[in-house]
Structures are given as structure tokens and as C-alpha cells.
């Protein structure tokens, strides 16, 4: 997403939306490739090189000598071979396929239900980056890094922003595998079937230990300490003392010097345990007072097995459960994707073997010379030890209406107005302003002008409806509070501070990218109003959603009733599948065509429909003439939502239709659409083919009118008390509502700009 999105970037809800602004990077140079149009993340490409030659490693059944550091290492796997190909051709080889996979996993899983939102993904992202920030603060001083930027280079070996990419996407991955667990149930009889084929995995042990310590002792001094272990197994099997005794003796104690955990451990076969503890502490059959001497690199163990757990403990079967349940997930989604292993368009595309290698390279030998990243951010601020000294402005008290008893301030409107500009320019295309924030704005100021509905422009028909939206916010928080919804001062306490905690993060990360130096600054700049004024919106807006959710969790809307509302708006809810050939008239540049130039582009787009009327292959047309970027891959197949973000008069026409096989060509602002119609799907029936069968679905549709059914039904409610309690705003104070909507307006360059 752009910096200049913002009109969506403003939209509130008990959330800081900031996710479709913040991290914006330049576009790189090379790429690795592209699955089904996608570029293939850096990272994780890295990430999965780096952990096939990790398992290389480990396996310890390869010819490379993994003895050579750096750039030796990487030679040697270069030189290596097994079976005519060489080791980095095979690492390099696994390591795409599973991005493939990857991808693949991550498009088909996203385009379900609208999933992830920008909420999720800026969730994710911020949590990627608390976690960075604690581990520079736990490993930093090792490994010599005093910045996120240098822990991610000589930790993870990738710049800082392909990491927290690559975490972000797994992270989202990985939730949505989480929600797709909570939706299986098990039985008492699977779960305790699927403990008994794997019990060896799952059973667990717990033990006792008392360590005598033999590292860096010659052998003599660990024939003294065997002896030594030998006469306290001794004493305790004559009774003389008890294993609390024995453990007097033990080598394994905290910084205190007392033992370890008291000395007991539990062991699994996943458990991360020297070798031969682990396989002394997993051949326990039964608990037992008895104890053994075993021995490892670290000295003699005193061991006595103190419980042995199986699938009648609640911990036990709570980890079979949720193994399985990831074991079924894991299943399902491998078979989700093999249509699309096979299906050619989710290939490797563009693939740069020149830059891999250079990836690659760089995993060994750690140079980042070539890496532009911002400004490196030093361990001590990204990883603050108290909290910091505020200076934030007072909030701002201009008032902007009454409603009731109370002062309605000028930022609730800021708020409000910016979500009813969003709501009303949901699916305009401002895809003509290409990467520039400044003609966004010049769009958007001519956008504004334009008849609207109700013979009002967007600007009249906004600026009422956000003093619309303005007053059901205070109603519907009138209702809460009737309700007994509260939002108790502990509570406020911890938002605030989890909020002030995220305007830390963003103003740490993205300041200088942003131009802004403080808090107030920041928020400017990404909700147009200063730190308090937002908290105070923020608490109420929690108190709001909350209420919402549950009335709307507990409606149960009748099918009849569904049906109903389906048929007073079709069109917001049915599907219309296209295909189209697209023809920019801009040029490279993003300049205007000449006439000429535009005159050669209408002729071959009617010489296409011709040919398209007479039968030629819509398929072989699109690939050979499109400038979509959807062109190769998708081969212009786009299903069409009203709120879909393409030309008005495309989905015009497309609604407008009612018949599988219809041709138009369209004039955009910006290019000529020649357009097909290949697919309907409605409430009952789905005719001709679609580009996405998840997305584009009776049930999807039905999906839809339901969750519209009942957000509409708790606005009627919300209306409905507002007419019956006579409720509106009071003294509106339109020279500030005026400001209000001009500075929305204003394009204004960032400090990075000038």
C-alpha cells in the first residue's frame, strides 16, 4: 500500500489503522520471481536456503566441510556434488519450491473471507518487531549488534525489513492455520488413538537429577567425581540420606547457587536435551525411587524417574490434541495446493538466478555493504528500559458541536469525517496516481466535485454524512453505557499504555521515513489529530466496537428475511467474473498518450473485438495484447464486487449486464477496456466460470448479505433510538467543519520531500 492511501489509512476502529502507511519501501531493482504475479519475499527465500543448508548440517550425511566459515563455506558448497548437482544447486532448488509453496498457501489462504485485514497485518507486523527489539536486548552484546538493523544482518542474514516481512508473513500463515484448528473437533477416541500410534512422541517423563560437574577436568579428577557420585548412590540406597541430599551436591544451580528447578525436569522426545539424559529419562517405564549414574559431555548425572506421564494427564492430552489438529490443518492444506503445483501460472516466473546467488552469497559472508536500510536505530531507544518522557500537546479543545449536555470536540469530527469519505470512496480507481502522494491529492480534489448521489457532489454528501456518522458514534455509546457496558479504569490503563507503547514503535521505526520527529508529529501525519485527542477517541471507540459485537453475535436474522434483504440490492452483494484486455494511454512515464498515439490504441482495440466477436480465444488475446499486470498470470480473469477497485465504468457496464458472453470496449481515464463477461454468481446460482471459487461462491455471497443484514439491523436500532430520543447535534459550528474538510484536502509535502 502507498503513503498517499489516505483516505482508507484513516478510518478508525479500536485500532490505530496505520498499517497501510507504515513500512512503505522502495521498489527493489531485482526480485527473486514472481508465483502467480506475486514477488517471492527476500526473506523468505533466505530463510529457507539458510535452513536447508542448516538441516544439511545436522543431517551430517553430505560431503561438505562444514568446518569452513564464510565465504570457504559457501565455495565448498558450490564445488560439492551429489549425483552430477551440486549442493548449492540443490539447496537453491528446495529452497524455491517451498517459497512456491509458500505463496501458493499464503494467496489461497488470504483471498479467504477477506483475510487477513490490514488490522491483522499490522498486529503481526508490530508483534514481529517487538520481538526483534527483545532480542537485541537479550543477544545484542553477543553477537556485536547495537541496532534491530545490525541484529537482523548477523543474526538472520537479511536486512531488517525483509525479516520483519518475512515474520509478518508467517506469522499470517500460521494464524490462519490457528483458526482453521479451532474449527476441528476431536473425540475422547481419536485423540487417545492418536496418542497410541504416536505415544513415543507425546508420553512424558519427569525426572530428578543431581549433576557433578566433570567439564575441563582431566581424567583423574573425573575418576575422583565418578567416585563421588558412586558413594552418594551408595549412601542413599543403604537409607543413610535422601535424594534431597544428594542434590546438596549438584553442579547445576541458578546465579543463587541453589539447584535448578529443585532438580526436577521434564522430558519429551522433542525436549531440547543432551542425548544421553534424554534417552535414560524416555526409557522410563514407571516412577521409581530408584536412582542410576548416567554420563554426558557435562558430567554424572543422578538420575531417579520421578513420574511418568500418558494420555490420562490433562497436559499430555492437550498437547496430542493440538498436535493433531495441526497434524489434520497441515494435511489439508498440502492438498489445498497440489492443483496449484501442478497448475502452470503458479510457476516461477521472471526468475533472477544472478540475484539468488547473491542472496545466497550473502547468508555465508554476511556483507551488507550493497543494503540500503533507514536509519539504524540504536539498541538503548529501540529497547527502552522505562518508560520514556512524554511531550505531548494538550489535546485540542475547539469545539465543534453540542450534543445533549456535552462538547463535542473538532477531532471526533476528523475521525468521522475521514471514515464517511472512506465508506463513499470505497472502489474508486486512483490507480492514475501511480506512486505520487501529490497527484493522489490532485485526484482526489477533482474526485470531490463529482455528483455523488442525492444531486450532491462527494465532498456535500461527506460532510454531511460524517456529522451523521458523528452523532450514532455518541448514540450508540449512549446505549453501552444503558446496556452496562463499561470499560473499567484498569482496563483504559492498559490500552493506553499498549497504544502509547505502538506510537513509540511506529515514531522509533518510521520517523525519519516520515518525516517527523515527535509523537504528535506522527500521528498527524497518520490520523491528522495529536496523541490525546486520539486516546480519548480511542477508549470510546473500544466501549463502541465491543457493544456492537455483541448485539450483532447475537442476532439469528431468519432466511426469509435474508432473502428479502438480498432483493432490495442485488448488485452490493452478487458477483460479476470478467475478462478484459487492457490498453494504458499513458506512457513508461506515467504522461498522457497523444491523440495519435490514443487514436492507434482505439483502432487495435477494435480490431481485438472484432476478432473477440468472431470467436478468437479471449485467453490468446489477453496474453498477447494486455497491459494488465494480471495479464500472464490470471489471464485477465477478475471477479467484480461493486466495491471492487477498478474503473467506474467497468463495473458499470459489468452490473449492468445479465448475460454470459457480453463484449464492451470502455474508455477509462486512463486506458481502453475491451471486456467480457465469463461468470454471474448470485444468491442461488453461479453460471459460466470464476477466477477465485473461494471468494466467488453462493456462499460467499450468502456470507456477505448475512453479515450486511446484520450490521444494517443494528444501525436500524441505532437510528431508531436516535429518532425516538430525538437526538442531534447542536450549534455546529461550520466555519471549523469547513477546516476540518480543507485540510483533509491539503496535500502537504513531508519534511523528507523538501
Not at 556 to 578: G, H, M, Q, W
Amino acid at each position: 500500500m502507498k503513503k498517499y492511501t489516505k483516505i482508507i489509512a484513516l478510518v478508525l476502529t479500536c485500532a490505530m489503522t496505520v498499517g497501510l502507511m507504515a513500512g512503505c519501501k522502495n521498489k527493489k531493482q531485482s526480485i527473486i520471481g514472481k508465483v502467480n504475479g506475486t514477488v517471492i519475499p527476500d526473506g523468505l527465500f533466505i530463510n529457507n536456503f539458510a535452513t536447508e543448508v542448516y538441516e544439511a548440517e545436522q543431517a551430517k550425511d553430505t560431503a561438505i566441510n562444514f568446518d569452513l566459515d564464510g565465504e570457504a563455506l559457501y565455495n565448498s558448497i558450490r564445488e560439492t556434488k551429489k549425483d552430477d548437482k551440486s549442493y548449492y544447486d540443490i539447496f537453491v532448488d528446495a529452497a524455491l519450491e517451498n517459497s512456491r509453496k509458500f505463496m501458493i498457501q499464503y494467496q489461497i489462504f488470504s483471498e479467504k473471507e477477506e483475510w487477513p485485514s490490514e488490522s491483522d497485518i499490522d498486529g503481526l507486523k508490530k508483534s514481529a518487531e517487538s520481538y526483534l527489539t527483545q532480542m537485541l536486548s537479550y543477544y545484542g552484546s553477543s553477537m556485536g549488534a547495537s541496532t534491530v538493523q545490525e541484529l537482523a544482518q548477523k543474526g538472520y542474514s537479511m536486512p531488517y525489513d525483509d525479516l520483519i516481512e518475512y515474520f509478518t508473513m508467517s506469522s499470517t500463515l500460521e494464524k490462519y492455520k490457528a483458526t482453521l484448528e479451532e474449527k476441528v473437533t476431536l473425540s475422547e477416541d481419536e485423540i487417545t488413538e492418536y496418542y497410541r500410534e504416536h505415544e513415543s512422541e507425546y508420553r512424558s517423563v519427569q525426572v530428578r537429577h543431581s549433576l557433578i560437574n566433570t567439564e575441563k577436568m582431566e581424567e583423574d579428577e573425573k575418576a575422583e567425581a565418578y567416585e563421588k557420585a558412586q558413594e552418594l548412590v551408595e549412601k542413599y540406597n543403604k537409607g543413610e540420606i535422601t535424594f534431597d541430599d544428594i542434590l546438596k551436591e549438584s553442579d547445576d544451580v541458578s546465579s543463587e547457587g541453589k539447584p535448578n528447578n529443585d532438580g526436577y525436569y521434564t522430558v519429551q522426545k522433542s525436549s531440547n536435551f543432551v542425548q544421553a539424559f534424554k534417552e535414560w529419562a524416555l526409557a522410563c517405564k514407571e516412577a521409581s525411587n530408584a536412582i542410576e549414574i548416567v554420563e554426558t559431555e557435562y558430567g554424572y548425572h543422578i538420575m531417579q524417574c520421578t513420574k511418568v506421564l500418558g494420555i490420562e494427564d490433562d497436559t499430555v492430552k492437550e498437547t496430542v490434541e493440538s498436535a493433531y489438529k495441526v497434524e489434520l490443518v497441515n494435511s489439508q492444506t498440502e492438498e489445498a495446493t497440489k492443483p496449484y503445483l501442478e497448475n502452470k501460472d503458479y510457476e516461477i516466473q521472471k526468475l533472477n538466478k544472478g540475484y539468488i546467488e547473491k542472496l545466497a552469497k550473502r547468508t555465508f559472508t554476511g556483507d551488507f555493504s550493497d543494503v540500503e536500510e533507514a536509519t539504524a536505530t540504536p539498541a538503548e531507544s529501540v529497547a527502552p528500559t522505562a518508560k520514556p518522557e512524554y511531550n505531548d500537546a494538550a489535546g485540542d479543545p475547539t469545539k465543534i458541536a453540542q450534543y445533549k449536555d456535552q462538547a463535542v470536540l473538532k477531532a471526533y469530527y476528523v475521525q468521522f469525517f475521514s471514515q464517511a469519505m472512506n465508506e463513499i470512496f470505497t472502489g474508486y480507481d486512483f490507480s492514475a496516481a501511480g506512486d505520487s502522494e501529490e497527484k493522489f491529492y490532485e485526484l482526489l480534489n477533482e474526485a470531490v466535485k463529482k455528483e455523488y448521489k442525492d444531486g450532491k457532489t462527494y465532498l456535500e454528501y461527506g460532510r454531511e454524512y460524517g456529522l451523521e456518522l458523528l452523532t450514532n458514534f455518541l448514540a450508540t455509546k449512549d446505549m453501552a453505557t444503558e446496556a452496562g457496558k463499561t470499560i473499567s479504569d484498569e482496563d483504559k490503563t492498559k490500552e493506553l499504555e499498549q497504544l502509547d507503547s505502538q506510537i513509540d514503535t511506529m515514531l522509533q521505526y518510521y520517523g525519519t521515513s516520515y518525516g517527523v520527529s515527535t509523537r504528535d508529529e506522527l500521528m498527524q501525519k497518520l490520523v491528522s489529530v495529536n496523541v490525546n485527542d486520539y486516546k480519548s477517541i480511542y477508549i470510546d471507540q473500544i466501549l463502541v466496537s465491543e457493544y456492537a459485537n455483541e448485539v450483532i453475535e447475537e442476532m439469528k436474522p431468519e432466511k426469509s428475511d435474508l432473502n428479502a434483504f438480498y432483493e432490495k440490492t442485488p448488485d452490493d452483494y452478487r458477483i460479476v467474473t470478467i475478462r478484459h484486455i487492457s490498453k494504458s494511454l499513458s506512457d513508461d512515464n506515467g504522461d498522457p498518450l497523444s491523440e495519435e498515439e490514443q487514436a492507434n490504441v482505439l483502432k487495435l482495440m477494435e480490431t481485438l473485438q472484432a476478432k473477440l466477436e468472431n470467436g478468437d480465444s479471449v485467453e490468446a488475446l489477453v496474453t498477447g495484447y494486455s497491459d494488465a499486470a494480471d495479464a500472464s498470470s490470471s489471464k485477465g480473469l477478475v471477479d467484480l464486487k461493486k466495491t471492487t477497485a477498478i474503473a467506474n465504468e467497468v463495473i458499470e457496464w459489468a452490473f449492468a449486464q445479465n448475460q454470459l458472453g457480453a463484449i464492451s470496449l470502455i474508455k477509462t481515464d486512463s486506458s481502453y477496456e475491451l471486456v467480457i463477461i465469463e461468470g454471474l454468481t448470485d444468491y442461488t446460482t453461479t453460471s459460466g466460470i470464476v477466477a477465485n471459487s473461494t471468494n466467488t461462491s453462493v456462499e460467499a455471497v450468502a456470507t456477505a448479505v448475512t453479515t450486511a443484514y446484520k450490521n444494517n439491523a443494528f444501525e436500524d436500532r441505532v437510528q431508531q433510538y436516535v429518532t425516538e430520543n430525538h437526538i442531534a447535534l447542536t450549534e455546529v459550528q461550520n466555519d471549523i467543519v469547513d477546516q476540518v474538510v480543507t485540510d483533509f484536502l491539503t496535500y502537504k509535502k513531508s519534511d523528507t520531500e523538501k
